[in-house]
């Protein structure tokens, strides 16, 4: 007889044998026992934990000589048929490649055929989420009133792609992720049933891998019992290709210290060893897991499958809680791009780079920064330093750690800077000052400012002053001057940041597009010179982005127009108010617009569509030089 792999071998025969599905086991036999045997069963769970064996085990359950039965015999004709996939009155179907509509009406047309020999006639339908909507429209009514004989146990790994419809004409039993207690037990089992001498640190490793699947755990036993006698650990990290927990402690506590070239060396050595990259950012990522984990609670057992709590302890000290999170969005967003590099190893590299030098702007990298500057402080204040104003002082609650602490930064002012309304002025996030520098040695010193004192235009300015501008100050009749579109520019290219943030790239092209026009403090109305921007421009999905942006920004709900405007009209929109930075550090206005420089002769003949271009995405004319 041919060779059987051992998940095949060990495939469990009777509800007994189910490991890690008490549940599941106690409520099947409960009901065989009472006779209350449904017409449909829906089996729901990751792979690998038992859907098709409780399927085949249930069959042979209502289909024993002696049954039904919650403990069928596994001795008479119908359990060995069934045991060998050869009963006519078992039937699997394997909805990936029986998926049509065409497929069901022949099952709908054989189900009313009494069964050949056994008591029930069970349909065993797997991986049913594959099937089409049109083929469950056309099972309904035979799911919802089958023959007496008939049973439909379905099987699948994703239930929400299931109808509705034909979840409330099944008995849903949903499969639990094994254990790896409940694995490694099952495995050692298996080993010695199988003669596999193995030791138990593989037997764990091998049950942490199989992510509560016990037949990816057994399969993974079969190969591994191939290549070594006996199994060790380090066997299943050559057939998984994982590092290990040392060789990712090592990089972890070079990744603390910012050993940057002792990193790569040992980036370097597991590629040399064949190591798959994205399998390396894995295993940093689960320990960066435990190491945040043991912080908050040492206790927490689960931890302890990346490593001892002696080794963590010793690595714990290397990162700050911040510094852990960041790592850990880097990481994750390393795994990412690998996918979409061609050179995998190069970002590997970068990540390591940017780990070790504590570069990022992301929110948990800025922490980090804000941290040690509070650290900093902190230690100037303790060694007799000056006292720093109230404005600088970190804020804590009682009972917290100086590292948990949030710092405050000061309002700078500027006496001539006009006030900014409050869309304008909270819409860009605040940048630090420049004069919050901090020497180690030395104490900070800061001089205050005066407040500024408001023009006489500021001071008339109010909420519910009709005749003023809300953004610009005092507002004038006539044609439109230029300063009036500033703050409409402003927030316009907050819109544009906010699209570009929130990686909405097709809407930001079109956005683009568009010029601002006007803003009267409810309304922001631009403009595009093409029919098909427009139309763009006043979908509902990218008008709710502009306005989700704008509220998110200001904290006030705004007003969305578009306009079709002329070539025209369109320059001078962008004459009188140029794309300027966006942020809230505003330097008093001009007393005239300034004026761009007028166009050249070569500029001026310049193609209808480079003008086009450049007027859409920017940029200069530069005269190459190269060949004269």
């Known amino acids: 007889m041919s060779y059987v792999a051992l998940y095949r071998t060990w495939r469990p025969q009777d509800f007994d044998g189910l490991v890690g599905q008490e549940h599941i086991r106690k409520a099947l036999t409960n009901a065989l026992e009472s006779g209350r045997i449904s017409h449909a069963y829906l089996f729901t769970g990751p792979r690998g934990t038992g859907k098709t064996s409780t399927a085949r085990i249930l069959a042979k359950a209502l289909n024993c000589e002696k049954g039904p039965t919650p403990h069928p015999c596994n001795a008479c004709d119908h359990c060995l048929e069934i045991t060998e996939g050869t009963s006519a009155d078992v039937i699997e179907i394997d909805a990936a490649s029986n998926r049509g509509i065409d497929e069901i009406r022949k099952l709908r047309e054989q189900v009313h055929f009494a069964p050949v020999s056994s008591r029930y006639k069970v349909y065993i339908i797997d991986e049913v989420h594959m099937i089409t909507m049109d083929a469950f429209n056309a099972l309904l009514k035979t799911l919802e009133e089958p023959p007496e004989h008939v049973v439909f146990i379905l099987a699948t790994t994703e239930p929400h792609k299931i109808p509705t419809t034909i979840h409330s004409r099944c008995q849903r039993f949903d499969f639990r992720r094994v254990t790896v207690d409940d694995i490694a037990a099952h495995l050692k089992k298996v080993a010695e049933g199988s003669k596999i001498n193995a030791e138990p640190d593989a037997l764990r490793l091998m049950a942490i891998q199989a992510d509560g699947g016990m037949r990816d755990a057994v399969g993974l036993l079969d190969q591994c019992s191939i290549m070594a006698d006996p199994v060790t650990a380090e066997t299943v990290r050559q057939v998984l290709g994982i590092a290990g927990r040392d060789t990712m402690r090592a990089l972890v506590e070079k990744i603390g210290r910012r050993d940057l070239p002792a990193a790569l060396d040992l980036l370097n050595q597991l590629m040399d060893d064949g190591k798959d990259v994205t399998q390396v950012l894995t295993e940093l990522l689960e320990y960066m897991r435990a190491l945040l984990l043991y912080q908050a609670d040492p206790a927490y057992q689960e931890i302890y499958l990346t490593d001892t709590a002696e080794n963590l302890k010793t690595v714990e000290p290397l990162f700050t809680r911040s510094r852990i999170l960041a790592a850990t969005e880097r990481i994750h967003e390393a795994s990412l791009d690998v996918k979409r590099s061609l050179r995998s190893k190069i970002v590997a590299e970068i990540c390591l780079y940017d780990l070790c030098r504590g570069e990022g702007d992301s ?235 007028p166009l050249s002769k070569e500029d001026d003949e310049l193609p209808e569509t480079v003008k086009r271009a450049m007027m859409v995405f920017g940029g200069n004319l530069v005269k190459d030089d190269s060949n004269q």
């Open 363 to 597: 929110p948990a990298a800025l922490l980090s920064r804000i941290e040690t500057l509070e650290g900093e402080v902190t230690r100037l204040m303790e060694g007799g330093a000056p006292a720093v104003s109230a404005a600088f002082e970190p804020s804590r609650k009682k009972g917290t750690e100086t590292r948990e602490a949030a710092f405050v930064y000061p309002k700078e002012t500027v006496p001539d800077t006009p006030p900014l309304t409050q869309a304008e002025a909270s819409f860009s996030p605040a940048k630090e000052p420049a004069a919050t520098s901090f020497k180690r040695r030395q104490a900070p010193s800061f001089e205050k400012k005066a407040p500024a004192v408001p023009q006489p235009a500021q001071q008339k300015m109010g909420a519910g002053d009709a005749s003023l501008h809300p953004c610009l100050g005092e507002k004038t009749d006539g044609p439109r001057q230029p300063s009036d579109l500033a703050g409409a520019q402003r927030l316009w290219n907050g819109v544009l940041q906010g699209l570009k943030q929130r990686h909405k790239m097709g809407f930001f092209a079109y956005a683009r597009m568009a010029s601002p026009l006007d803003f009267d403090g409810k309304r922001l109305t631009v403009g595009t010179a093409t029919q098909v921007a427009k139309d763009r421009l006043e979908r509902n999905d990218l008008r709710d982005e502009v306005l989700a942006i704008l509220k998110a920004g200001t904290g006030q709900n705004f007003e969305f127009a578009v306009e079709q405007a002329s070539e025209k009209q369109m320059e001078a929109a962008r004459k009188a108010a140029p794309r300027a930075a966006f942020s809230p550090q505003h330097k008093a206005a001009p007393s005239a617009p300034p004026q761009e420089a």
